[in-house]
């Protein structure tokens, strides 16, 4: 099972994940954003990063392809990158589906770190072992399961994130607390995802993880148990579709908005559940732009 490490020190982390690794090589994969934003300060505060060669891809899932992937494949054999090396992805759910994808295939397995730089990203994307790509027109056609040897999640990584951006993967926290039960969701209710109380968010974000941490042991390769974490997901890419054809900026987070509202229906018409600050919370994200 991965290793899940919630705090706010990722250098020293990384460097103590680094250390005992002893990878021949170090290699970092991050879009276009996060080389600008993120990779710069982490680099500067790490010094087991001081010899990492970086590879970058555009950012924005309409990249995370067949052209990407092949990128990334051809950057690691450029560089000299074997099977004993270490890929570490920092970035949202693109960069963690993608890297894992080509750490998973590349000389038929190297070894990779989760750095998610999303709250969407912290509490789905990378965790879980999915990695993958779109294809065909079609998400994330091709892919494996692999987990990452390590998920180092902070949420200081998230304090340059819009609001839109900080309700999508709040809107998947708030699927799992309605997964794992009252005392969860109320905790979630609570708190104001925009707000960037660090130390409450990454309590919550712990718990939340632990929710798809303990459907994924039972069940790694989705045969069961482990689809219930797929709640609105039909609906929700229906609605990121629709985003996608009228030019919307902000797919990904209508996605889960319209995840969010079919899994709050569902329970409410099939279920008599009644939750009014649920719906009042819903109604909020819908205003964020």
């Given at each position: 099972?991965?290793?899940?490490?919630?705090?706010?020190?990722?250098?020293?982390?990384?460097?103590?994940?680094?250390?005992?690794?002893?990878?021949?090589?170090?290699?970092?994969?991050?879009?276009?954003?996060?080389?600008?934003?993120?990779?710069?300060?982490?680099?500067?505060?790490?010094?087991?990063?001081?010899?990492?060669?970086?590879?970058?891809?555009?950012?924005?899932?309409?990249?995370?392809?067949?052209?990407?992937?092949?990128?990334?494949?051809?950057?690691?054999?450029?560089?000299?990158?074997?099977?004993?090396?270490?890929?570490?992805?920092?970035?949202?759910?693109?960069?963690?589906?993608?890297?894992?994808?080509?750490?998973?295939?590349?000389?038929?397995?190297?070894?990779?770190?989760?750095?998610?730089?999303?709250?969407?990203?912290?509490?789905?994307?990378?965790?879980?072992?999915?990695?993958?790509?779109?294809?065909?027109?079609?998400?994330?056609?091709i892919g494996a399961f692999r987990e990452a040897?390590?998920?180092?999640?902070?949420?200081?990584?998230?304090?340059?994130?819009?609001?839109?951006?900080?309700?999508?993967?709040?809107?998947?926290?708030?699927?799992?607390?309605?997964?794992?039960?009252?005392?969860?969701?109320?905790?979630?209710?609570?708190?104001?995802?925009?707000?960037?109380?660090?130390?409450?968010?990454?309590?919550?974000?712990?718990?939340?993880?632990?929710?798809?941490?303990?459907?994924?042991?039972?069940?790694?390769?989705?045969?069961?148990?482990?689809?219930?974490?797929?709640?609105?997901?039909?609906?929700?890419?229906?609605?990121?579709?629709?985003?996608?054809?009228?030019?919307?900026?902000?797919?990904?987070?209508?996605?889960?908005?319209?995840?969010?509202?079919?899994?709050?229906?569902?329970?409410?018409?099939?279920?008599?559940?009644?939750?009014?600050?649920?719906?009042?919370?819903?109604?909020?994200?819908?205003?964020?732009?």
């Open positions: 099972m991965q290793k899940l490490i919630f705090t706010n020190e990722v250098a020293r982390e990384l460097s103590g994940l680094i250390a005992a690794a002893n990878p021949h090589g170090v290699y970092v994969l991050a879009d276009s954003n996060t080389a600008m934003l993120v990779w710069p300060y982490l680099a500067a505060d790490c010094p087991a990063l001081s010899d990492a060669r970086l590879i970058t891809v555009p950012a924005g899932d309409i990249n995370k392809n067949l052209d990407s992937l092949s990128h990334i494949w051809s950057e690691l054999q450029k560089l000299g990158a074997n099977r004993h090396s270490m890929l570490i992805n920092v970035g949202g759910g693109m960069i963690t589906d993608i890297g894992g994808f080509a750490a998973s295939t590349f000389k038929r397995g190297m070894r990779f770190i989760n750095v998610p730089t999303t709250l969407l990203g912290a509490v789905d994307a990378s965790v879980g072992g999915k990695t993958g790509i779109n294809f065909g027109g079609l998400k994330n056609e040897e390590a998920v180092v999640i902070s949420t200081a990584m998230f304090s340059s994130l819009p609001d839109s951006e900080m309700y999508s993967g709040y809107a998947e926290m708030i699927k799992h607390g309605l997964l794992d039960g009252e005392e969860a969701l109320t905790a979630l209710l609570a708190y104001n995802p925009c707000v960037h109380d660090f130390n409450c968010m990454l309590e919550l974000l712990e718990s939340s993880v632990g929710v798809k941490r303990r459907v994924v042991a039972e069940d790694p390769t989705e045969k069961g148990l482990r689809k219930s974490l797929n709640l609105g997901h039909t609906a929700g890419h229906a609605f990121e579709s629709l985003a996608m054809e009228k030019g919307c900026a902000s797919a990904q987070a209508m996605l889960w908005r319209g995840a969010l509202w079919w899994t709050w229906y569902l329970s409410h018409n099939h279920k008599e559940f009644s939750y009014s600050s649920l719906l009042a919370r819903l109604l909020a994200m819908c205003v964020i732009n």
